[in-house]
């Protein structure tokens, strides 16, 4: 007989510890939108709203409506508020436009643009930007190269002999160097003769053959008739029990003697097992076991 007490007693804590975990929202959990912190009531009780928007296939259930802590109260769900609407959703946007321009004049170039410009996105949003002056950059399309040709006339007078190697074989005209094409020869009759020299030469010049202004105009689009659901979570709260607030960090850990608090630790939590009420039914199995050890004692006693 007390082999088969001890039997059930083990059984019982057995089906204790595999008791099936609470089950969890498919997916994860959302996050508030806002949240309000405000007093209710004649007595001033804290109380939290949380406001969470979603689109009509969301599933409202993987709203969090748990229990939860803080600054020593217990706040607990008291209502679900759900609102219909005709949601406005508004979105940063940057539309960049390039077109082109005849100079690279920054001061000309940002007259040629328009401070604001109202566009239409592909999905429907629309709004007016406004023109990002730092964006404004001009580049040149490409180059071209253009040649003239130059010329320079130079007299040299009373030359002793009509010989070219008396006349400069270059000559600088408006900065740039020509060379001796011709000379032509005159005078020699009181011996002295003059050089009529011609000098020839080329100039390149490089020049853009147009440019390209890029500008971005940055804000806000918006568009409506986008179907949301506002829900709002309103907790009310309770002021936590002294042996539920938690310890003191600044209290020092370890105390002995008659003045050492009374106190015990908080229960251990591992994932959704409530091991303190555990350990509470297991203290009652043993309960249990020990009345039935002394009554098996018992009854041996009377039979002797």
Not at 54 to 69: G, K, M, N, Q, V
Not at 129 to 140: F, G, I, Q, R
Not at 244 to 250: R, V
Not at 271 to 290: D, Q, R
Request: charged share 20%; glycine share 8%; hydrophobic share 30%.
């Amino acid at each position: 007989m007390k082999k088969r007490i001890l039997t059930l007693l083990c059984t019982a804590v057995l089906a204790i510890s595999i008791a099936a975990p609470p089950a969890l929202a498919a997916g994860g959990p959302f996050y508030p939108i806002s949240v309000e912190e405000y007093t209710y009531g004649s007595f001033d009780e804290l109380r939290i709203n949380k406001v969470y928007q979603l689109s009509l296939s969301d599933d409202p259930s993987r709203i969090p409506t748990e229990d939860f802590e803080r600054n020593g109260r217990r706040y607990f769900l008291l209502d679900m508020i759900r609102e219909d609407e005709v949601g406005v959703d508004t979105q940063d946007y940057t539309d960049t436009i390039t077109q082109d321009s005849n100079t690279n004049d920054l001061s000309a170039v940002l007259k040629q643009l328009d401070p604001h410009r109202e566009v239409t996105t592909e999905d429907g949003y629309t709004g007016l930007l406004a023109l990002d002056y730092t964006s404004v950059t001009v580049e040149a399309k490409g180059y071209k190269t253009s040649t003239k040709s130059l010329s320079a006339t130079r007299t040299y007078p009373n030359l002793s002999d009509a010989d070219l190697s008396l006349v400069p074989k270059t000559t600088t005209d408006n900065g740039k160097t020509l060379t001796l094409g011709a000379v032509e020869w005159s005078g020699g009759e009181n011996g002295y003769y003059t050089a009529t020299a011609t000098y020839t030469g080329t100039s390149s010049t490089r020049y853009a053959t147009g440019y390209t202004v890029t500008a971005s105009y940055t804000g806000q689009v918006a568009k409506t008739g986008c179907e949301v659901v506002t829900y709002t979570a309103i907790f009310g709260s309770e002021e936590l029990a002294k042996e539920e607030k938690p310890a003191d960090p600044s209290a020092p850990s370890n105390q002995t003697g008659p003045e050492a608090p009374d106190t015990d630790p908080a229960p251990a939590k591992t994932g959704s097992t409530n091991w303190f009420s555990l350990l509470g039914c297991a203290g009652g199995v043993a309960a249990l076991a020990a009345a039935a050890v002394w009554t098996i004692q018992k009854m041996k006693g009377r039979r002797n």
